[in-house]
């Protein structure tokens, strides 16, 4: 692994955080680095709900089978993407848009020294009506996943699942 | 913009290169960063067609509106996804997890000293389907999109794209 891409192998899914609470400043961050990642014809389809308020962190936990630790983590974020702003109107560019931003929001979170994980909500239809119904969505704003953040209590080693058999040079 | 995300933030469309190849060990970096992405379950169904060779890429360019960049750069990927491993088989998961390999890639070839672009593909049949014929892909196999890499001839400058009107603080 190349010492220069350590942020992208020490980024982890780390789902036990302290007590901790993270800093306004750092929220702004991590929505700076989400909203910097590429969008299909820059149209930056995404729309991002801050989770500090704890009842609503456990709320939005209760939802999702693998997401008790939004309960206990002092920072949320419900990534959805609108519909209506994607290109040409399509559910796939939305979904490809948010999950770039995601993902940059997870690096971020491990170089500022944060730990976070990303919980799936899109395509479970239970999750999707859950939230739209909590935060009573537009019709055309749709969640992709939640993510939990905080500081970390466990610190997972770097690594890549890099894969040989998935990998093909010029042809199938 | 926190100096400490300079990556995220200096990460930018680079389409245009110069004739400098890119070297053997930086493909496998690239593909090591892509495959370090988190994917849901751990399923990691993507698949990485490295184009090196030049009417490879030109044939794939011409299958792409935006795509004559990738004819003119030394390297190329077309970005695959599994549906038979993505959890689920749900196009959704596969779709958000190539994402978050093609936005690794991406930032890796920028800390790299390369440049890249996405070149979206799904949910475009046509160009589904003129690659899918290109490479006989299997039919659980399904192409999300492709990037250019190449040394960059262009440096487009740091930038976030925050929008306050897009973030929410615990209601909607």
Redesign the interface.
């Known amino acids: ?2 010492p ?2 350590e ?3 020490a ?1 982890r ?1 780390v789902r036990r955080y302290t007590d901790q609470p993270v800093a306004e400043e750092q929220v702004r ?1 991590l ?3 989400a ?4 969008s ?1 014809c ?1 149209r ?1 389809p ?8 704890g009842e ?1 962190r456990a709320k939005v936990a209760s939802f999702l089978p693998n997401g008790p630790m939004l309960a206990q983590a002092p920072l949320g974020f419900v990534v959805c993407g609108d519909l209506e702003r994607a ?1 040409a109107g ?4 939305l ?6 931003a ?3 929001l ?3 979170a491990h ?2 020294g944060l730990g976070a994980v ?1 919980l ?1 909500v ?2 479970r239809q239970d999750r999707i009506d859950n939230l739209r119904g909590l ?4 019709a055309s ?1 749709l969640p ?2 939640c993510v939990a953040v905080g500081h970390p209590a466990e610190r997972p080693a770097p ?5 040989a058999a ?7």
């Open positions: 692994m190349n220069r891409l942020t992208l192998f980024r899914s961050d929505l700076e680095a909203m910097a990642a590429p299909a820059a930056d995404w729309e991002f709900i801050v989770l500090r308020d609503q290109h399509e559910l796939s560019y979904l490809q848009d948010c999950s770039a995601i993902e940059n997870l690096l971020a170089s500022l990303w799936g899109h395509p935060f009573r969505l537009p704003v992709v996943a690594r890549t699942r890099y894969a998935r990998v093909h040079t010029d042809r199938w």
